[in-house]
């Protein structure tokens, strides 16, 4: 029993964190005036509905590509749809000449756009928020069946 | 490593345009060819759609989109052989706007009429059947050419779109389309009433250049769309009267149905329409087809259309088409 207990301690603190669901975070850049966000704002902003900031900019929503786990969660989170099931809506936004968000490659690659990007938002995994961003919104993720 | 490298979307994809650059412009459009099998007259072949889009948007309040459009571009059937005879080209839209903020945004050019919802995503590729209701363009002109304030606003914490127009289209648009409005005003209001469920009401205040008499007309339409999962429901009724008493009213409508078969790729498809005509009685029709659209931008469809009174409007017969937005 004296090794059992440990043993189970052990498996927990390595296994959980694996399936945990880590909170993501809605950052903008540092120096951005804006302080939160509501989830309706957030939506209204991804399906490019909400093109202005309250500063006066113009929103660039970013998102990361397609197939990473963080941009399902988002969208499930968000929409309750994956990104695939979302093509109709852009398909026709394309048609009125609106276009979805912005796709960058990682993580850090969006937390440098924020940085350097007036009116800029995107989303990363707390763990990776840092002083060039600050949250706007916390989100807990719908992780993908 | 510089931030335009970690941008992960320029390269090209079907079905969202191909982006110049970090210049602001993307260029892209559909296309769609069909045969249509009419009961009562020769089968014909027809690329009946070639639109090029060119958008202009560089994060400023400015926004500009165009599209040009190659209509009946080849034509060739049962008895006429295979040719240009009936191409033509036209900018159906043309418009700028100006973001004044999140709620309004000011619309002056050309654009699609926002009567209904089929009108104003009226492209091949978007819809379900090649065949469109009669009631989505028979009674009103398709196009505006003026000045729009459009956007959204939000009631008991849904969704309201509004679009509230003025239409000068001889002034504005010289090369006109067909069954131009000579001048008009009109609204159309989108309620959401959820993520799956919206609702629509439309006026319309108008004449048309066609119209020698310049009779006035006034419409009024409403418009539901419902979509689950990959279902689908939607409607959209129009009524006209016009100020002359010689001058029939109308109401016209359809309601259509889109469920999955098979895959997630094969889609059934049923509609029913009717439509008051100035010059017969009352026609009525259904609409029952196949589609199967491998990827959301490319779709193949067939259909059957099957009526009474529909000989001028929408003529029994079958039709396919492939369309694809590029």
Sequence with gaps: MRVVYPLLFFLLLTGFPVCAVEPLAVVTAANSPLETLSLDNLKLIYQRKSQIDPEGNRWVPLNLPVADPLRRSFSLTLFSLLPEEQEDYWNVQYFNGITPPKVMASEEAVLRFVAATTGSIGYVRKQKVDNRVKVLLLLTPNPEK | ?326
């Design chain 2, 1 to 326: 490593m510089s931030l335009a490298a970690d941008d992960a979307d320029s390269a090209y994809r079907l079905g969202s345009g191909y982006a110049v650059d970090e210049t602001g412009l993307r260029i892209g459009g559909y296309a769609n060819a069909k045969i249509d099998a009419p009961r009562a007259a020769p089968f014909y072949f027809e690329v009946t759609d070639l639109s090029l889009f060119i958008t202009w948007d560089n994060g400023s309040r400015l926004r500009f989109f165009s599209e040009l459009e190659g209509g009946d571009v080849l034509r060739g059937g049962e008895d006429e052989a295979l040719g240009l005879q009936y191409a033509h080209f036209e900018f159906e839209r043309f418009y700028l706007d100006t973001l004044i903020d999140n709620n309004l945004t000011i619309r002056l050019g050309k654009f699609l009429t926002p009567i209904g919802r089929w009108n104003v995503i009226h492209a091949a590729p978007l819809v379900w059947t090649t065949s469109r209701p009669v009631a989505t363009e028979n009674s009103f002109s398709t196009h505006a050419s003026g000045l729009m304030l459009h956007g959204s606003v939000m009631v008991a914490n849904r969704q309201l779109e509004y679009s509230v127009y003025g239409d000068a289209t001889d002034a504005l648009d010289p090369h006109q389309s067909r069954e131009p409005l000579n001048n008009g005003v009109g609204a159309h209001l989108r309620y959401y009433l959820d993520d799956t469920l919206q609702i629509g009401a439309s006026f319309a205040n108008f004449s048309l250049n066609d119209d020698l008499s310049a009779n006035r007309h006034h419409l009024a339409g409403l418009d539901f769309s419902w979509s689950y999962q990959k279902f689908e429901l939607s409607s959209e009724i129009v009524y006209r009267t016009s100020d002359r008493a010689n001058v029939k009213d109308i109401w016209q409508g359809f309601a259509q149905s889109v469920m999955p078969l098979f895959s997630q790729h094969w889609f059934a498809v049923g509609r029913y329409e009717f439509f008051d005509q100035e010059l017969d009685k009352t026609g009525q029709v259904g609409v029952l087809g196949l589609a199967y659209r491998p990827l959301p931008p490319l779709v193949w469809k067939l259909e059957y259309r099957l009526g009474t009174h529909n000989e001028l409007l929408a003529p029994d017969g079958l039709s396919a088409s492939f369309a694809v937005l590029f």
